[in-house]
Structure formats: C-alpha cells, structure tokens
C-alpha cells in the first residue's frame, strides 16, 4: 500500500508545481506550495492522511483561481 501512497503523493507534487508555475493569486500560490510539502511528507511517511489533507489544501486553491471579474 505504501507504493500507492507514493505514487499519489507524486502525482499531487507534479500537480501542485505545475500549477504554482501558472498562479496568478498569491493566496492560490501559497495553497499550492502547501500542497507540494505535505505531499513530499507523504513520500516519507506511510499515512493517507497528509496526502488527503495536501489534495485538499491543493483543491482548495485551484478553487481561489478564478479571476473575481469572470463571476459577474
């Protein structure tokens, strides 16, 4: 099972930095690179729980992307 949090926790950090790359929000940006340290401490660490809580610090952030002017 550990092989399965590692792969997750690779595709969440190839994720998170691809999206920092592209962040205009610093808040989303923040988000992101949360996002990226609690999925390298999921490589480390052989629990779900820092991986779940990275992929929703990282949704929680792509939510923040959208432009506040596109909403009207």
């Known amino acids: 099972m550990l092989y399965v949090y590692n792969v997750l926790a690779a595709i969440l950090i190839g994720t998170a930095i691809g999206a920092v790359l ?32 990275g992929l929703v610090v990282f949704l929680i952030g792509q939510g923040m992307q959208r432009d506040a002017s596109a909403r009207a």
């Open 22 to 53: 592209g962040q205009r929000n610093s808040l989303a940006r923040i988000t992101c690179l949360i996002a990226v340290v609690l999925g390298v401490v999921s490589l480390f660490v052989p629990s779900w729980i820092p991986l779940a809580v």
